[in-house]
């Protein structure tokens, strides 16, 4: 914690602290300050109980791929303290207990690694992240696959940062999209799974000037050509951009495209005008599914139909927090404590066509009880009925109730359901 958010903790009032600092991207991030639990702790520590999410009772085809995706993980101080298992050894495994089974039971599965993992560095968080390599493991062991290394904390450790992340996700079996070793390397992944060739290309926004491009303010070290990183004030410069790498994904026999994007503007519910306009350009050149991060809270999920009418695609604007310590009594921002599962099924037909044939979303709340050493963050699935997760859970029903009725605001398309509805 730096000096500045120390001072913060000892002489401002916590409600105070929203008027005083931006954003997890400003000044000065007020989830660096306290471990203080929100009102809907868990009222004793739970064993696992079964999950209160009720899948359909009918299967998915033996052909149907499920893909799950997540928005942001990000460690904020205290949950590294909170995490802390002894001197420089730390365990988050426990954070992703009551959600793994859902990733885990999913065929690919993607998240939004915002922070650098580089080891021989102390562990830091706001306002340059660099998080224990331990937390890759609870990621790993909580089932998924891809991560996303673009966004606007990529540079947060310098070059080497951005290379060692790279180093410590293939170590453990991940395959990392958005930034790359070599400037030759292609931009973009690719990823069969029954029989469907899925190809993946991830973006950030950020800034251009004559020395290069920018990433939060951080110049790129001379790494612009191996990290995916397109322009906040341009639409057409971005979709330019990314449609190079789609014509190389089609090329390559990719038949289901999905674009990752950290875009957007931070703690607005609803996505600006770059997203609508780079999202209609991208699903006008064929893109099937684009998945949102950055604002931190959970925006709208939805079909869009090409300008021609003959292509359909999924756009997730936001998927919100997954994993942080934003939380409304410090922020005094409603939903950061709210995030998504997105699960999207799609499947090849008899005449070799892939589509999507479901759109659903897992509402998650992120849980904590307890101060400091003592804290304890859980990421909780809601179903579609508050008062059973509360139950199952031992968690506040009011805080469930208030994370569910986020996300059935949000969402507004009807084809876009809440998985076991």
């Known amino acids: 914690m730096s000096e500045i958010a120390r001072c913060v903790n000892k002489a401002i009032p916590w409600a105070l602290l929203p008027m005083l600092f931006l954003s997890s991207c ?17 009222t004793s520590s739970p064993t696992v109980p079964s999950s209160p999410i009720v899948p359909s009772e009918a299967p998915e085809p033996d052909n149907a791929v499920v893909l799950t995706a997540v928005g942001d993980i990000m460690v904020h101080y205290p949950q590294l303290v909170a995490q802390k298992t002894g001197e420089g050894t730390y365990d988050f495994n426990d954070n992703f207990i009551f959600i793994k089974d859902i990733l885990r039971d999913s065929d690919l599965s993607v998240a939004n690694l915002e922070t650098t993992i580089l080891s021989s560095k102390k562990p830091s968080t706001y306002p340059r992240f660099n998080s224990p390599p331990e937390l890759l493991d609870a990621i790993k062991s909580a089932g998924f696959d891809v991560i996303s290394t673009i966004n606007n904390h990529t540079m947060d450790t310098g070059k080497a940062g951005v290379l060692a992340t790279l ?5 453990r079996g991940f395959t990392p999209v958005g930034t790359y070793r070599n400037k030759n390397d292609a931009r973009y992944i690719v990823q069969t799974v029954k029989d469907i060739k899925i190809g993946l290309a991830a973006y950030t926004c950020g800034y251009f000037n004559s020395s290069g491009p920018y990433i939060n303010n951080i110049p790129t070290e001379g790494m612009g050509s191996q990290l995916n990183i397109i322009d906040t004030t341009s639409v057409d410069s971005s979709f330019e951009k990314i449609k190079v790498q789609i014509e190389r994904m089609k090329q390559e026999g990719c038949e289901f495209i999905t674009i990752i994007l950290h875009w957007g503007t931070e703690y607005q519910k609803e996505p600006n005008s770059y997203q609508k306009k780079l999202a209609q350009k991208l699903i006008d050149e064929g893109v099937d599914l684009i998945l949102g991060s950055h604002p931190h809270l959970v925006q709208s999920m939805e079909f869009l139909k090409s300008s021609d009418g003959e292509h359909e695609g999924l756009v997730a604007y936001s998927m919100g927090n997954f994993l942080s310590n934003q939380r409304f009594e410090i922020l005094e921002i409603k939903g950061t404590e709210t995030g998504m599962v997105a699960r999207v099924t799609f ?14 979303y897992i509402p998650t709340w992120i849980s904590l009880t307890g101060v400091e050493a003592d804290a304890d963050y859980k990421i909780l699935p809601i179903g579609s009925d508050y008062k059973v997760t509360a139950e199952r859970y031992e968690a506040d029903e009011k805080s469930v109730k208030e994370s569910l009725e986020w996300l059935r605001s949000v969402m507004k398309d009807e084809k876009v359901t809440i998985y076991g509805d």
């Open 167 to 171: 180093d410590e996700l293939e170590d």
């Open 347 to 360: 499947e090849k037909d008899e005449n070799g066509d892939v589509e999507i044939m479901t759109a659903e």
């Open 26 to 42: 400003g000044f000065l991030d007020p989830a660096e300050g306290s471990s203080k639990p929100t009102s809907a702790a868990f």
